[in-house]
């Protein structure tokens, strides 16, 4: 298949161009670098150093002999998007090009209406562009389980059935999403649903869990493949901040009583969902959606699987909860439509956990302490991007 990687120079993005160049695939990847540019906004930086893009694809040339072309490029300019779209020929588009942050959209007013515009307005021209191009394109989106957020009932994979004054309907599944960020994923799935509902489009919403993990068996073949490894927090996942706490010796921040419980999936799984969905697409006409994570823990347990983890005394702190989201709640996710595709998940291991103690142990003296504490609050609509003390 020709597989055209959108946000290949992400944390996700690179290591799914990898995965599937080494299956065999022919693969491009695009990105304007926009995750690069946070980095300096924030004065932050990767644990784990990574290389230029092109020097990523040049050492994957060196250790596979395999070719990744390379769009530079910014989704929201629908000229770059429909001309690269038209020159590479997909056959499956997988869309990671997003602000991914949560805290970083709910920084301001700026951050908040650029999340939503580049998210918005890069995916509206993705579905344009295969439009006119070729409808026949299977899209494979970005999603987040954080778009259902923690209803009382079991959270299914996309669509609902209800039985209203009885009459049945299939409806969308309804949406309660946390952030600027995951409204904008939320907006994201009703445009796409509804370009398979007018245009006959197909096309593949994984509601992706909290992924953990910086390690897949392409990026440890040289580490010039590395993928990143955020910390911060405004970009660094629950479970990788908690391994660098531990190794700094210092206490694990667990927001509020750490008792709201997320879905999580490893990297491993995440690059072979994007397979999967890949090489099985959904039908034309289509809207398909999976829940792309393997196992829930609150956000308490997964300190506790941290902290038992590592070979040293570690602390959990309790900090005020810098976001608006509900304590004690119920949640039941259905993810079984990947597994029936084929997905073996790997559940979070000491194996697992021990590669990452060794990865921010190699990488410690990179941290910047100043910008693991929460500054940005979900309770005001301004908020500073970082600590100044
Ligand atoms: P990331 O920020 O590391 O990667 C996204 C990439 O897209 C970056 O390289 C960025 O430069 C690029 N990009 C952003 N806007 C662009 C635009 N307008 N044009 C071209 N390129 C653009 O994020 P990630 O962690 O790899 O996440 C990838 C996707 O997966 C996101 O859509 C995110 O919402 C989703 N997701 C991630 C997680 C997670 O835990 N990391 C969980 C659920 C869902």
């Not at 021209?125 to 295969?130: D, E, G, M, P, R």
């Not at 394109?137 to 079991?154: A, C, S």
Request: some cysteine; aromatic content about 8%; charged content about 20%.
């Amino acid at each position: 298949m020709r597989i055209l990687v959108l946000g290949g120079d992400g944390y996700l993005g690179w290591p799914t161009a990898l995965h599937l160049s080494d299956c065999g695939h022919e693969v491009a990847v695009a990105d304007n670098f926009a995750r690069r540019g946070y980095d300096h906004e924030m004065g932050v930086q990767s644990l784990v150093p990574i290389e230029p893009l092109q020097q990523r694809v040049d050492a994957w040339r060196e250790v596979s002999g395999k070719d990744i072309a390379v769009y530079c490029g910014d989704l929201v300019d629908g000229e770059f998007t429909v001309h690269m779209i038209r020159e590479f020929q997909p056959d499956t588009i997988v869309h990671f090009a997003e602000q991914r942050a949560a805290p970083y959209s709910m920084i301001d007013r700026k951050h908040a209406v650029y999340t939503q515009h580049n998210n918005v307005v890069g995916n509206l021209n993705v579905l344009f562009a295969i439009e006119e191009v070729n409808p026949d394109i299977h899209l494979v989106k970005l999603g987040t389980m954080g778009e259902y957020g923690t209803p009382n009932i079991d959270i299914e994979e996309g669509w609902l059935e209800v039985t209203h004054k009885g009459r049945t309907d299939r409806v969308l599944y309804p949406k309660k999403p946390g952030s600027f960020y995951h409204l904008s994923k939320v907006h994201d799935s009703h445009n796409i649903e509804f370009a398979c509902r007018i245009w006959g489009l197909r096309a593949t919403d994984l509601n992706q869990g909290v992924v953990y993990g910086q390690e897949t068996p392409q990026t440890e073949r040289d580490p010039r493949l590395a993928t990143r490894f955020d910390y911060d927090a405004i970009f660094g996942t629950v479970l990788n901040r908690f391994v660098i706490q531990a190794v700094l010796g210092h206490p694990l921040t667990v927001y509020g009583s750490g008792s709201q419980t997320r879905g999580l999936i490893d990297i491993r799984d995440t690059v072979e969902c994007i397979r999967l969905a890949a090489e099985n697409p959904a039908e034309s006409g289509e809207f398909r959606v999976f829940n792309q994570m393997t196992e829930s823990f609150s956000v308490g347990e997964i300190a506790k699987v941290v902290a038992n983890g590592y070979d040293g005394a570690v602390d959990v702190e309790h900090l005020d909860n810098p976001r608006v989201e509900q304590a004690e709640h119920y949640y039941n996710v259905v993810h079984t439509g990947l597994v029936e595709l084929g997905l073996q998940p790997h559940l979070l291991s000491n194996t697992l956990i021990d590669s990452l103690f060794q990865v921010a142990e190699a990488h410690k003296h990179r941290v910047d302490l100043a910008a693991m504490r929460p500054t940005v609050q979900w309770r005001t609509a301004s908020s500073p991007m970082r600590d100044q003390g």
